[in-house]
């Protein structure tokens, strides 16, 4: 049995986690990098210009369906955090998740043929809440173990940056497939890339989905082995719907997290327009071949190496609060700077030759610095699990977790919804390939852009100063409640 939240826990401070736990935690992540992926930069491109269903109401459906889902992570949360069961609190929500995720997956990249709009529309809301919600049923416990495995402050920056590492360099592999392998071989006469062709995405979706499963069922069974070490509900009582908000809210209302929360908001706007742009920008504004694009998405594998070793070393040198403002300021005015040369008429005219190369040289650098920012992010969220058992006497990892997913797809939808009226001003019609967009719309589409992206990324690192926990504080709390432990 997994040990009582008031006894000792897996590790002490300063414990290492074992190799083979690290890889399976990580890879894990597998999964969510594959999902995140297509959701994000395929569907609405896929929907929209492949199926021909207009952009705005496929931006409804993501949008309704992230709102729904969201509205039950929270439970799942909590859930997770009090489930009593021979394998722990965490496990069992992991292994059930893996067969729903993995086949919805699959089924949202085969739509039927010859649907109105209007079903299509109900299709897409339909398996995407299905596919979050088994996702969140997976993702939530599992991101809950970093704070459990480890309660050492550089140790679980290494266990979230290996859980985005596997997520990051997955899930631009698939990407990578996707692009050099899958969509080539459906280029036909009347389709010259084979990304705007319907076929192409019955295959990738099946690959995407079998990759899913095996990466659920390795992160749940590669840390099975933890479950007798690992700390388990606490005592069984009675739970009131009035007992269970008073909980939710006692746990959640502290102004680390409040400062995390707001700043997470802001950052899933952004990511939800930067996102479902991607492959606009690099298609329509840069008039990048699918081969381009194949190698811009894999050179994000270097990426997220730069990212996994700049974290944990912010995190042992600087502090992670410090060492996450640096650097994402550094990433995030950085980001737009080729589109802004190329409106300003600085950088020439087409996409070969020094345009390419200057693009993926800042995308790797750039790319790397959000993920090492997003690294830290994690790892702060999981040293809250610490402060809250002080002050409420529970551990809390899953609802910490849940809560910031919860905001992030309520306000994720918005920017994929964003997105969509971008195309609309833009003047990028449904159906439209790159070779039948006027210049001037493919201008309106970058000058439209870096704003809108850049100001919720200011607003997200102005929310983040309001974050005050340290290195020094988060010790104090690991020895105050091993004092605590002991006496009790």
Excluded at 12 to 28: C, K
Excluded at 85 to 91: A, F, L, V
Excluded at 286 to 306: C, D, K, P, R, Y
Excluded at 391 to 412: H, M, N
Aim: aromatic share 12%.
């Amino acid at each position: 049995m997994a040990r009582s939240a008031t006894g000792a826990g897996v590790s002490s401070p300063g414990s290492r986690v074992p190799l083979f736990t690290r890889i399976a935690f990580g890879f894990g992540s597998v999964a969510s990098g594959i999902r995140e992926g297509g959701f994000n930069y395929f569907l609405l491109l896929f929907y929209s210009q492949v199926i021909g269903v207009e952009a705005w109401l496929v931006g409804l459906a993501i949008t309704l369906g992230l709102v729904t889902d969201a509205l039950l992570d929270v439970g799942i949360g909590y859930w997770s955090d009090n489930l009593r069961s021979r394998w722990g609190r965490r496990h069992p929500l992991m292994y059930a998740s893996a067969l729903p995720y993995a086949v919805g997956y699959f089924m949202i990249w085969v739509p039927p043929a010859g649907w109105s709009n209007e079903a299509l529309f109900i299709y897409v809301l339909g398996l995407g809440i299905l596919v979050r919600f088994a996702a969140s049923l997976f993702e939530i416990p599992h991101t809950a173990l970093a704070a459990e495995l480890s309660d050492d402050y550089v140790e679980r920056s290494t266990l979230v940056s290996l859980q985005y590492y596997f997520g990051w360099t997955f899930g631009t592999l698939m990407t990578v497939v996707a692009f050099g392998l899958v969509f080539p071989a459906f280029v036909t006469d009347a389709i010259a890339n084979g990304q705007f062709n319907r076929d192409a995405y019955f295959f990738y979706g099946l690959i995407a989905s079998v990759v899913i499963l095996v990466s659920v069922l390795a992160g749940s069974a590669g840390t099975h082995s933890h479950i007798p070490r690992l700390l388990a509900a606490p005592p069984k009582r009675s739970l009131t719907p009035r007992i269970v908000f008073a909980e939710i809210f006692e746990t959640l209302g502290n102004r680390a997290f409040l400062a995390l929360f707001i700043a997470a908001a802001f950052g899933a706007v952004a990511s939800g327009v930067a996102t479902a742009l991607t492959f606009y920008i690099q298609s329509f504004f840069w008039g990048f071949t699918s081969e381009q694009q194949a190698l811009l998405s894999l050179s994000v594998v270097i990426s997220a190496m730069i990212g996994g070793v700049l974290a944990p070393w912010a995190s042992r040198t600087i502090g992670k609060r410090r060492g996450a403002f640096i650097i994402g300021m550094v990433a995030f005015l950085g980001a737009p700077l080729p589109i802004v040369l190329r409106l300003a008429g600085i950088l020439p005219p087409g996409s070969t030759g020094f345009v390419f190369g200057f693009v993926i040289a800042v995308t790797i650098i750039d790319v790397g610095l959000i993920i090492a920012f997003q690294i830290l992010i994690g790892s702060m969220m999981a040293d809250l699990a610490e402060p809250a058992e002080m002050k409420t006497g529970r551990r809390s990892e899953g609802l910490f977790a849940s809560a910031t997913r919860l905001l992030a797809k309520l306000v994720q939808g918005l920017g994929v919804s964003a997105a969509a009226l971008v195309l609309t001003a833009a003047g990028i019609k449904a159906g439209t390939s790159p070779g039948q967009v006027p210049a001037d719309a493919i201008w309106r589409l970058g000058a439209y852009y870096v704003p809108a992206v850049l100001s919720l990324w200011m607003a997200m690192m102005l929310a983040l100063t309001f974050y005050k926990g340290d290195r020094a504080d988060h010790e104090d709390a690991v020895r105050a409640l091993a004092n605590r432990r002991a006496a009790a």
